[in-house]
């Protein structure tokens, strides 16, 4: 089993939809929870992190970790065209600084 | 792109050549991390660095060697470069384990 798995799409949503991103882990030593956002043929770049169980929200953005479940989501509402991109979720430890990626999910927000 | 820049940007060369790739940054950050990008592979870390003269390993550090001679270089180096090292090379730096930054790519094409 892979210790995170992360669904690659594509994903297609019209201007202003609700967006879910997930993640799935098996390793329950993860600690802490982030989500990059990677523009085409850029760096990725970090959006939001979350530490533990719980929710944290900035803006359109709403992260989600439950760790009893080993998920974790990252939501944005009234989705725009800027927001087509790649996103990955990575997670770590918190001991070693090494970051565990997802492979990415491409997300399309049609005007 | 938080302070990083990688050189060259774009770079090809031919089987069995050795190449340095330059990972430099001005945010005076312990942690620095070389990844690779391959589609259906995601981010790859091939080696990171938690102080000057101190690197260690990470998943897919075969054929690549790096090195840290002051804080802010980070250099990777492809011994004898081959058609499986055909990539999109990233450099990350950080200071806390769940925030890392990413430079903007190499994209290496090794014919």
């Known amino acids: 089993q892979k210790e995170v798995e992360q669904d690659p799409g594509p994903l297609s949503v019209p201007e202003g939809a609700i967006v879910s991103l997930n993640c799935t882990y098996s390793?329950?030593?993860?600690?802490?929870f982030m989500w990059y956002r990677q523009y085409s043929r850029k760096g990725p770049e970090l959006l939001m992190y979350t530490y533990s169980s719980g929710n944290k929200e900035d803006g359109r953005f709403t992260a989600q970790v439950d760790k009893s479940s080993k998920y974790i989501s990252l939501f944005i509402r009234d989705s725009q065209p800027s927001d087509s991109a790649t996103y990955l979720c990575a997670l770590d430890r918190g001991s070693n600084y090494k970051l565990t990626f997802g492979k990415g999910t491409l997300l399309t927000v049609n005007p | 792109d938080a302070g990083i820049t990688q050189s060259p940007r774009h770079k090809v060369t031919e089987t069995g050549t050795p190449v340095t790739l330059r990972c430099h940054q001005t945010?005076?950050?312990?942690?620095m991390y070389w990844y690779r990008q391959d589609p259906g592979h995601g981010l790859r870390l091939i080696h990171y660095s938690y102080g000057v003269k101190d690197t260690d390993k990470g998943e897919v550090s075969d054929g690549y060697s790096v090195s840290r001679s002051k804080t802010e270089d980070f250099l990777l180096t492809l011994e004898s470069a081959t058609s499986s090292q055909t990539s999109v090379y990233f450099c990350?730096?950080?200071?806390?384990?769940?925030?890392?930054?990413f430079g903007p790519g190499t994209r290496l094409t090794v014919t």
């Open positions: 390793n329950s030593a993860f600690q802490y």
């Open positions: 990350a730096i950080s200071e806390e384990p769940y925030e890392q930054y």
């Open positions: 945010e005076n950050h312990r942690y």
